[in-house]
């Protein structure tokens, strides 16, 4: 069973039991979050898409930590001009794990 969903204006493919992590969520560690905009759902027998939601499917997840993502450098450099710039950026996610998926 696996379902596609929006979470934080991303779509993942979950199934159950799935750690991923996620744009940053203001949830506790530990707490459980819902997910109800589900785009997709399947049993493994039939499929269901909908438009743009599926009525009555949701996704329950735990929140187990709040990290920063590896450091992306951005360096800018015009030549013959002297002008070098160097710029670092860590993307805040929260990795949570999927526990149940209803329909």
Known sequence: MYAVVNIAGQQFKVT???KLYVP???EEIGSTVEFSEVLMFSDGNALQIGTPSVANASVT??????IKDEKVIVFKKKRRKGFRKLNGHRQRLTQIEIERITK
């Open 16 to 18: 159950e039991t799935q």
């Open 61 to 66: 997840a735990k929140v187990l930590a709040h």
């Open 24 to 26: 940053l969520l203001a």
